[in-house]
C-alpha cells in the first residue's frame, strides 16, 4: 500500500522560509517523478515543483528562484524548500508520485503565510 505523508507546514510572515517533506513507503520510490502541488481556497490545484527518477526538476514560474525541489532515494523523500515566503503562497501543499497511469497523492500539509 503506497503511502506519501507530508510534514513541516506552519505558518510563516512574508519573506520567511519553510521547508516541507514527503516520506514515501509502499514503492519503488527512486523510479516514480515526485512533484509538489498546492491548492489555495477557491483555486484550482496547481503543479508548484517537479522532480524526475533522474533528478530533472521544473518549477512554476511563480515559485521559480524562490522554491527548490530535492529529492533523497535512499531515504524516499522528497522536499521542497520554500524561501521569500509570499502571501499568495498560502495554500494546501501536496505530495504526489507519478509513474504512468500510477498516481499516488498524500493527505496534504497547511503553509500559511501572513503578517
Known amino acids: 500500500q503506497v503511502q506519501l505523508v507530508e510534514s513541516g507546514g506552519g505558518s510563516v510572515q512574508p519573506g520567511g522560509s519553510l521547508r516541507l517533506s514527503c516520506a514515501a513507503s509502499g514503492m519503488v520510490f527512486s523510479i516514480y517523478a515526485m512533484n509538489w502541488y498546492r491548492q489555495a481556497p477557491g483555486k484550482q490545484r496547481e503543479l508548484v515543483a517537479a522532480?524526475?527518477?533522474?533528478?530533472?526538476?521544473n518549477y512554476a514560474d511563480s515559485v521559480k528562484g524562490r522554491f527548490t525541489i530535492s529529492r533523497d532515494n535512499a531515504k524516499r523523500t522528497v522536499n521542497l524548500q520554500m524561501n521569500n515566503l509570499k502571501p499568495e503562497d498560502t495554500a494546501v501543499y501536496y505530495c504526489?508520485?507519478?509513474?504512468?497511469?500510477?498516481?499516488?497523492w498524500g493527505q496534504g500539509t497547511q503553509v500559511t503565510v501572513s503578517s
Open positions: 504526489n508520485a507519478g509513474l504512468g497511469q500510477r498516481n499516488f
Open positions: 522532480i524526475s527518477s533522474g533528478g530533472s526538476t
